[in-house]
């Protein structure tokens, strides 16, 4: 079954205590992406990736890192995470030119 | 830039009447992808379809219908008969061709739709 997958899915944390948060995909994207969705503001794109080893911002990457050192996964990086990284995370993978993104089932992030 | 937006914030019907989501967007390009996904209550992204700038025929999948008018920049989603299993968050999102490789998708706020028994 084509699917991204998301760990973990539920996550409570202490500010400034490192957290990755992984992301996978059987579908041999080259393109992966990570949005983070807060009420009234839609979701935004933090990061993306278009191939192996080739990433870049997307709008609010503050606070966050990635690496793409295999295609399928894409980890989302919080060095010293803050209350207002407090959010819905979600994953995407797509087929590049302009394909149809798939995402992840989410992972709810609450930053004490 | 581009911008996606959704003007109505929540939106109740009573089941089995239709209702249309308004979606209008902004964008400097003349080829861009336009989706709809909708997240229901247990939190996950479903695509339900996507739409090229080139293609303003509508689409009618079942109960669910999309109307795209470049004219008016806007793709617009309508339920018809609708039922319990369409409340959900409907989100609205732009993709531009010439994104330097990045196919970012640009969302609206959403709508939430909620279908009363």
């Known amino acids: 079954e084509a699917q991204v997958t998301q760990n973990p899915r539920y996550l409570i944390t202490v500010t400034g205590k490192k957290l990755t948060v992984t992301c996978s995909q059987n579908?041999?994207?080259?393109?992966m992406s990570w949005y983070r969705q807060d009420p009234g503001l839609g979701l935004r794109q933090i990061y993306y990736?278009?191939?192996?080893?080739?990433?870049d911002k997307g709008d609010v990457p503050e606070g966050y890192k990635v690496s793409r050192k295999e295609k399928r996964n894409f980890p989302l990086i919080l060095e010293s995470p803050s209350p207002n990284q407090t959010s819905l995370y979600f994953c995407?993978?797509?087929?590049?030119?302009?394909?149809?993104?798939?995402f992840g089932p989410g992972t709810r992030l609450l930053v004490l | 830039a581009q911008k996606v937006t959704q003007a109505q914030t929540e939106i109740s019907v009573v089941e089995k009447e239709d209702v249309t989501l308004d979606c209008v967007y902004e964008?400097?390009?003349?080829?861009?992808?336009l989706f709809w996904y909708k997240q229901p209550p247990s939190g996950e992204l479903v695509f339900l379809i996507r739409?090229?700038?080139?293609?303003?025929q509508n689409e009618i999948s079942g109960r669910y219908s999309w109307n795209f008018q470049k004219s008016t920049s806007s793709f617009n989603f309508t339920i018809t008969a609708s039922q319990v299993v369409d409340s959900a968050v409907y989100f609205c999102?732009?993709?531009?061709?010439?994104?330097?490789?990045?196919?970012?998708?640009?969302f609206g706020t959403g709508t939430r739709l909620t279908i009363i028994p």
């Open positions: 995407a993978s797509g087929g590049g030119a302009l394909e149809t993104q798939y």
């Open positions: 579908m041999n994207h080259e393109y």
């Open positions: 990736s278009m191939n192996v080893e080739v990433t």
């Open positions: 739409r090229n700038s080139f293609d303003e």
């Open positions: 999102a732009l993709s531009e061709a010439t994104n330097f490789g990045n196919e970012k998708l640009t």
């Open positions: 964008t400097r390009d003349t080829t861009y992808y």
